[in-house]
């Protein structure tokens, strides 16, 4: 029986699950099911929460795990009192830091997704827009303002890595796929050699790439191991003549992916 886990906040709950989710991906041989239920902000909305752990636990015969950042203590008290095991990211932290500090904590509900001015938001929402406008080498005109340029094979990563670095850290990041047509003299192309100092190439393991375009075009020559085989060698054997900095996606999450990226080219958070 899967064991239930809630992740509890009165904002999106992104917080918590970050969290949550790196706790419980130490406990590899557990099994569990994980709900997400965000904005909690009032003490009716906490009772319905706390009905949803009762049932679950019904269900299962099995304690719940709540990870939650909720900031209002009444709000916090009711999740406590809900039965589950309950691991508060605010409590845990708060009172040490309160005392460590000697002042006390606003209980401001949202702070740590709120925007101080709106230049973060700006920076977020124009790196998102040149994230999907320079996706995958549909246009290159404009690689001169990008902070980064991601390139690899089909399907190696490049899109959900570009746009979680778009979102998360405001980086202005493009991407340009090598194609089967590249392959038989697979060289920079002159718009990319010109800003060769912003690429980082993304690789993968030729049987995982296999898995992924066979979801997408089973049966084809552009999901068969062979041609997948083919096209990382080529690539793999470009970054090292033309000496790219390269990653393996295979099994490294994007958020990983990024940190790693963002660390190796000395990238930082834009507009924060």
């Known amino acids: 029986m899967k064991r239930k ?14 969290f949550g989710q790196s706790l419980l991906s130490q406990f590899e041989e557990a099994d569990f099911e994980e709900l997400t239920i965000p ?4 003490v009716k909305k906490a009772e319905s929460a706390c009905r949803v752990i009762a ?23 009711i999740i406590q009192s809900s039965g589950a095991m309950v691991l508060d990211f605010f409590h845990t932290f ?28 700006d920076s977020r929402i124009d790196s998102v827009n040149f994230a999907l406008n320079n996706d995958d080498g549909i246009s290159t005109r404009h690689y001169n303002n ?19 670095m778009a979102m998360q850290f405001g980086v202005k990041a493009a991407n340009y796929p090598f194609t089967e047509d590249d392959m038989e003299n697979l060289r920079l192309p002159a718009d990319l050699k010109k800003h060769k100092q912003k690429i980082f190439g993304l ?24 041609q997948c085989q083919y096209e990382v060698r080529e690539v793999e054997a470009l970054y ?32 924060f």
């Open 240 to 271: 090292r003549r033309e000496k790219i900095t390269h990653l393996n996606t295979t099994s490294r999450s994007v958020e990983e992916l990024a940190t790693k990226i963002m660390a190796s080219t000395g990238i930082k958070r834009q507009g």
């Open 203 to 226: 690789t993968i393991n030729p049987n995982r790439l296999h898995d992924i375009r066979t979801e997408r075009k089973a049966n084809s020559r552009y999901a068969s191991l062979k």
């Open 39 to 42: 904005f909690i902000d009032s």
């Open 94 to 121: 708060i009172g040490p830091l309160e005392t460590e500090l000697g002042l006390s904590s606003g209980f401001r509900v949202g702070k740590t997704h709120s925007l101080t001015d709106g230049k973060a938001y």
């Open 5 to 18: 886990v809630f992740f509890i906040s009165d904002r999106t709950g992104i917080t918590a699950e970050m």
């Open 146 to 164: 990008a902070d980064v340029i991601l390139v690899g094979v089909s399907r190696c990563g490049k899109t959900p890595t570009s746009l979680y």
């Open 55 to 77: 049932e679950a636990e019904a269900e299962t015969g099995l304690r719940p795990i709540v990870f939650d950042t909720i900031v209002t203590p009444e709000i916090r008290q």
